[in-house]
């Protein structure tokens, strides 16, 4: 604190302009992260891949169903007599 420091002058005269810069009086504040913004990002994460994970999981289980309707309509088709499976 033993230094001086001008004060600065209004712009457009004949004043001379800052040594320092307005920063230079304001301290910095500690960046650290709270466990509620922590917590709120690794849920966001989490369940983003849950809805991955369940949309792969239900567009399986369609094209399973398709599948075994496309083999019935499949075998109907070559086999007429035949009886249908249900």
Known sequence: MGESYEIPR???G???APTRSVMAFVE???VRSSPTATITVLS???L???AIWDERRESAAALDDFAAEQAVLA???AHPRLP???
Do not use: D, H, M, T
């Open 84 to 86: 249908l499976p249900w």
């Open 10 to 12: 209004p712009l457009g």
């Open 44 to 46: 966001i994460i989490g």
């Open 28 to 30: 910095p504040i500690p």
């Open 14 to 16: 004949a004043g001379v």
């Open 75 to 77: 075998r109907s088709v």
């Open 48 to 50: 983003g891949a849950i």
